[in-house]
């Protein structure tokens, strides 16, 4: 298995209010993490990096044996976080009404657990094909299942940016949790919304298609949301799920 990310400010923002980070516990078991923060002047900064942070540190002394536990693990631990972000945002006026998204996947034997709350998703890219494995907890997708508007219409709503669900922002907390199987040569893909608002899945899939190292492809596809316009905060992390001899990679970046 290997790992690769990268977070990126975009063209247009000040400060990266993503953050992203890879853990492994006690069991060698990996857990990854893409927040996205929300908040005036660094307050989304602060929620995000909690997010990742005490999510991360909770893990290190974790194992499991099974994918039932390891997702009661997640809910609970999501709820601590959350509890400590909301807290935090009482605490101090500047950090009032911060919160995050967050998306996390964390592999027991051999399957992925995905938490998900927000608008940051999860993929998967299987035989060529990009498939997208979290539901976006936004306003613009209510209205996608209603009918209101179509997922092209959807793309450039001026409403795109409304959540109905993150984490920091009060003490109630409905997180998605889903279990997938893998499979040899599958690769992960987690990302905040600055990748998906510039680019679309067809466009990801074949930058995912290139035979180039990891690495590569997490910078090609960065760099594919920056010259689309780069209007945001943009962060990417793939694991591959390829067999092989060495260690993972590990990064953790935030320009």
Same mark, same amino acid.
């Given at each position: 298995?290997?790992?690769?990310?990268?977070?990126?400010?975009?063209?247009?923002?000040?400060?990266?209010?993503?953050?992203?980070?890879?853990?492994?516990?006690?069991?060698?078991?990996?857990?990854?993490?893409?927040?996205?923060?929300?908040?005036g002047h660094k307050a989304g900064d602060v929620a995000s990096e909690m997010?990742?942070?005490?999510?991360?540190?909770?893990?290190?002394?974790?194992?499991?044996?099974?994918?039932?536990?390891?997702?009661?693990?997640?809910?609970?631990?999501?709820?601590?976080v959350n509890d400590l972000v909301f807290q935090k945002s009482l605490d101090y006026s500047?950090?009032?009404?911060?919160?995050?998204?967050? %998306? *996390?996947?964390?592999?027991?034997?051999?399957? !992925?657990?995905? #938490?998900?709350i927000g608008d940051s998703r999860a993929y998967v890219y299987r035989n060529y094909k990009l498939r997208q494995i979290t539901e976006?907890?936004?306003?613009?997708?209510?209205?996608?299942?209603?009918g209101e508007i179509t997922p092209e219409e959807a793309q450039h709503h001026p409403r795109k940016n409304i959540l109905t669900r993150s984490l920091g922002v009060s003490r109630k907390l409905d997180i998605d949790i889903l279990a997938m199987p893998l499979v040899q040569g599958d690769?992960?893909?987690?990302?905040?919304?600055?990748?998906?608002?510039?680019?679309?899945d067809e466009e990801i899939a074949q930058m995912l298609k290139e035979w180039l190292p990891l690495e590569e492809k997490v910078l090609s596809l960065v760099d594919?949301?920056? %010259? *689309?316009?780069?209007?945001?905060?943009?962060? !990417?992390?793939? #694991?591959?799920?390829?067999?092989?001899?060495?260690?993972?990679?590990?990064?953790?970046?935030?320009?």
């Open positions: 298995m290997q790992i690769a990310f990268k977070s990126d400010r975009g063209k247009n923002r000040a400060i990266n209010q993503d953050y992203v980070s890879y853990f492994v516990n006690e069991a060698q078991q990996p857990l990854m993490i893409v927040c996205d923060g929300m908040g997010g990742v942070s005490h999510l991360g540190a909770a893990w290190k002394g974790s194992r499991f044996t099974s994918s039932e536990e390891l997702s009661r693990w997640l809910i609970a631990n999501i709820q601590r500047d950090l009032d009404g911060m919160g995050t998204t967050l %998306v *996390a996947a964390a592999v027991v034997g051999k399957e !992925v657990i995905i #938490a998900n976006d907890h936004s306003l613009v997708n209510e209205f996608i299942k209603s690769l992960l893909l987690l990302c905040s919304d600055g990748l998906t608002n510039m680019t679309d594919k949301a920056n %010259v *689309a316009g780069g209007l945001d905060n943009i962060t !990417v992390l793939l #694991a591959d799920f390829t067999d092989r001899e060495g260690e993972p990679l590990w990064r953790q970046e935030r320009n």
